[in-house]
């Protein structure tokens, strides 16, 4: 009988043979898992970078109106339309309803103290 060394019969049994197998098998889910893993990491990177994209514009859009704020024309306008400020010689002018408020509350009289339709009003303007 010949006696074959030890590691080739280690290697030609079939217990090592499933345990080859067993451990091809573990490298293949723990590869898979981190794959999956590092592509979930690249998608959230993607999602933080567009992120800090939009709120870059926003701080972008906050320094400009800041900076729009503390200009002396703004702060004139604004003390104009707040509070009816205005520069010596001008006069202040107040419009209580726009004509728009006024027809929907129903308070609008025609130039002939009456409540008409506008097709009406124009017929009695050009023909009256």
Same mark, same amino acid.
Do not use: C
């Given at each position: 009988m010949t006696k074959t060394p030890l590691l080739k019969r280690v290697i030609s049994s079939k217990i090592f043979s499933y345990i080859l197998i067993l451990l091809l098998i573990f490298g293949l889910v723990s590869l898979g898992r981190e794959i999956t893993y590092r592509l979930s990491l690249k998608k959230e990177l993607v999602r933080k970078e567009t992120q800090i994209q939009t709120l870059e514009a926003e701080n972008q859009e906050l320094i400009d109106e800041l900076l729009k704020r503390?200009?002396?024309? $703004?702060?004139? +306008?604004? %003390?104009?339309?707040?509070?009816?400020?205005?520069k010596p010689g001008?006069?202040?002018?107040?419009?209580?309803?726009?004509?728009?408020?006024?027809?929907?509350?129903?308070?609008?009289?025609? $130039?002939?103290? +009456?409540? %008409?339709?506008?097709?009406?009003?124009w017929f009695e303007y050009f023909l009256k």
């Open positions: 503390k200009t002396e024309y $703004y702060k004139e +306008k604004q %003390a104009r339309l707040k509070f009816g400020l205005a001008e006069e202040v002018v107040v419009i209580l309803e726009d004509d728009d408020e006024l027809e929907s509350s129903g308070r609008h009289n025609n $130039y002939f103290g +009456k409540k %008409a339709s506008n097709i009406t009003l």
